[in-house]
């Protein structure tokens, strides 16, 4: 059993969804200028346009990885 390889696998996941949400919305201008129907409101938030509740999603992936790495460096059983 490793729980530090376990964490840093796990960054690895939280690394690569945050540039996937990224890219999708990059590759989706239109989102800029859809509203937000807040459909995931209870989970992220209200925000202005669709473009900007996945961006606040891949934000929390980013925070979920520092949150792996910071484990990675003291793993607790």
């Not at 376990?6 to 239109?30: I, W």
């Amino acid at each position: 059993m490793k729980p530090a390889a376990s964490y840093r696998l796990n960054a690895e996941f939280e690394d690569h969804a945050e540039h996937e949400y990224m890219t999708f919305v990059a590759d989706h201008p239109e989102f800029e200028m859809m509203p937000d129907p807040g459909t995931y409101a209870r989970e992220y938030g209200h925000y202005s346009s669709v473009a900007d509740c996945w961006r606040q999603i891949g934000h929390d992936e980013r925070t979920h990885k520092l949150g792996s790495l910071e484990n990675y460096a003291e793993p607790r059983i």
